[in-house]
């Protein structure tokens, strides 16, 4: 193993805990709040009194981690030490075909990447058998017959484009929602937050989204008014920064880049911010959208602050024609078909 992606075994906190009592962590519970409480970690105060949870963070280190838990882990939401040596040398001897030994994953953000890659690394991989945490086994509960209607109509086939409203609208580099704006993906996971008093803004590296969610009891907005992101309100439940959010299109998914399955407009998404180290926080949100899902459920994965990290412009339209490519192309495959 190179010194560049040498990557320590030992156990941080966001993994330190016992896995039996973590796996069984409720929905409407903080898994956060426990491996704070069980790591006796208290989050340092701003000068108004509020848990300081201000930083640049990324979800990187959670690139490795499956969305659902595979069958053979059971409830098991952590990997043994034996196991998570093999994720670690498996994620390694990747890392050094895409990059070469001598690689340093602090270049991929300074923009010292090698020819053809994006890619950003992990360097403290999780040790989490699934992003999903509720229900215990780490599997996405059914969808209701309607959402899984809705997901059929919503395929996207890119050999039959009839219309730019058929592309997502992370495609169209318009938005990739609340949560998937901070999933782990191969680059762009940064995630900044600052706070004031009342406030707390959260901006996302991609795409280029941010919320100034108050922290008082102001109502939502009306229901008629439907936005991509979104209307959060948030609270302190303990040192949990809690984030409810109301009145979303039916436009974005809810995982990788905003795909995956469609809500709809009745979703509410609760996240859950919790500071369990010095560098990082235990971010947790819940979906509860019985249009679409049978039961509730949660995923849950540690952002971690690092000094090589800085959340970059996300130009996402600046050279790309990748829309104009897709839509002539499909139009001259029709002008063809129509004169064979």
């Known amino acids: 193993m190179s010194r560049a992606f040498h990557v320590t075994l030992t156990l941080v906190a966001a993994v330190s805990v016992s ?26 105060r701003t000068p108004w009194g509020d848990p300081d949870l201000q930083g640049t963070f990324t979800s990187d280190d959670s690139l490795n981690v499956p969305t659902q838990r595979p069958e053979e882990f059971g409830e098991r939401l952590f990997l043994t030490a034996e196991e998570y040596g093999e994720r670690v040398a498996q994620q390694t001897a990747r890392a050094e075909s895409l990059f070469g030994e001598e690689f340093q994953p ?22 989490q058998t699934s992003l999903v945490i509720d229900p215990p086994d780490g599997r996405i509960p059914e ?21 730019w409203e058929e592309f997502t609208l992370y495609i169209r580099c318009i938005t990739r929602g609340v949560t998937g704006s901070i999933w782990p993906v191969i680059y762009g996971n940064g995630t900044r937050i600052i706070q004031g008093p009342g406030f707390v803004g959260i901006q996302n590296e991609m795409v280029h ?9 102001t109502p939502h907005v009306g229901e008629d008014i439907r936005m991509y992101m979104g209307d959060s309100r948030g609270r302190w439940d303990g040192d949990t920064l809690v984030v409810e959010t109301r009145n979303l299109t039916d436009r974005t998914g809810v995982q990788v880049n905003g795909g995956g399955n469609r ?41 971690v602050e690092k000094p090589t990290y800085d959340v970059f412009e996300y130009a996402c339209h600046e050279g790309n024609n990748a829309m104009f490519n897709m839509l002539s192309g499909a139009r001259a495959d029709e002008a063809a078909s129509d004169n064979p």
């Open 106 to 127: 602090e270049d991929a953000r300074i923009g010292i990447n090698p020819p053809g890659h994006w890619l950003e690394l992990g360097d403290e991989f999780s040790r």
């Open 209 to 217: 989204e941010a919320r100034v969610i108050p922290l008082d009891d």
């Open 263 to 303: 809500h709809t407009e009745d979703m509410v998404l609760t996240e859950r911010f919790t500071r369990i180290g010095p560098d990082r926080l235990y971010y947790e949100a819940t979906f509860n959208d019985p249009n679409t899902w049978t039961a509730p459920w949660t995923v849950g994965f540690p952002i």
């Open 19 to 44: 896995t039996g009592a973590a796996a069984q962590t409720p929905i409407g519970g903080s898994l956060g709040a426990r491996l704070a409480g069980e790591s006796n970690y208290t989050a340092p």
């Open 143 to 163: 969808m209701t017959p309607e959402g899984r209607e809705r997901r059929a109509l919503g395929a996207f086939n890119v050999d039959s484009v009839g219309s």
